[in-house]
Antibody, heavy 121, light 108 residues
Framework: QVHLEESGPGLVKPSETLSLTCSVS??????????WTWVRQPPGKGLEWIGN???????YLKSSLKSRVTMSMDASTNQFSLTLTSVTAADTSVYYC?????????????WGQGMLVTVSS | EVVMTQSPATLSVSPGERVTLSCRAS??????LAWYQQKPGQAPRLLIY???TRATGIPARFSGSGSGTEFTLTISSLQSEDSAVYYC??????????FGQGTKVEIK
């Protein structure tokens, strides 16, 4: 397992861009069996997978969010990031970064503590 | 897209009782199935991966079974600290973007 921590603004205005960073410690984001993942959870609701990024820079994004989402990684700082454009109130959620660890099977074995992002004017 | 369906939505159980949670996939995911536990105000925690392998540090009272489309998470003797929402997730169909809707386990 590794330690992950989300950072970024907790309040974003409607139509603006949400940007979050996840700092990873205890492991390298360039390892070849991990996919660095963002998951969100609207208040009182279930988990929604947003997407992940691999060490090659390849991203896999939820189809319904693909037009608004960008994910990237910075090996020099061992961080990866999420950008979500044109936000609305429906994007208000706790945002988690996590590691999808793929040995024989894949699972999200390490999670950040989560960060509440509220979309409001 | 693989749809994951969990049942029941809510379960109310007395301490010491056996608990069985169900997760069904809309198509075969082989054993590429994980279970997570989420307590209020906390991030999810991995319990089971590969349908039946306990993650590091998970008590032996938690067990997973199944393959293909039908999966079960069993808590052999419910403890008060097991009150939580439990989610399943498949990782066979790539990207692994589908979670079940969750089962809430309450303590009577």
């Amino acid at each position: 397992q590794v330690h992950l921590e989300e950072s970024g603004p907790g309040l974003v205005k409607p139509s603006e861009t949400l940007s979050l960073t996840c700092s990873v410690s205890g492991g390298s984001i360039t390892d070849k069996i991990s996919y660095w993942t963002w998951v969100r959870q609207p208040p009182g609701k279930g988990l929604e997978w947003i997407g992940n990024v691999f060490y090659t820079g390849t991203t896999y994004l939820k189809s319904s969010l693909k037009s608004r989402v960008t994910m990237s990684m910075d090996a020099s700082t061992n961080q990866f990031s999420l950008t979500l454009t044109s936000v609305t109130a429906a994007d208000t959620s706790v945002y988690y970064c996590a590691r999808l660890f793929c040995s024989a099977e894949c699972a999200l074995d390490s999670w950040g503590q989560g960060m509440l992002v509220t979309v409001s004017s | 897209e693989v749809v994951m369906t969990q049942s029941p939505a809510t379960l109310s159980v007395s301490p010491g009782e056996r608990v069985t949670l169900s997760c069904r996939a809309s198509q075969s995911v082989s054993i590429n199935l994980a279970w997570y536990q989420q307590k209020p105000g906390q991030a999810p925690r991995l319990l089971i991966y590969g349908a039946s392998t306990r993650a590091t540090g998970i008590p032996a009272r938690f067990s997973g079974s199944g393959s293909g489309t039908e999966f079960t998470l069993t808590i052999s003797s419910l403890q008060s600290e097991d009150s939580a929402v439990y989610y399943c997730q498949q990782s066979k169909d790539w990207p692994p973007d589908t979670f079940g809707q969750g089962t809430k386990v309450e303590i009577k």
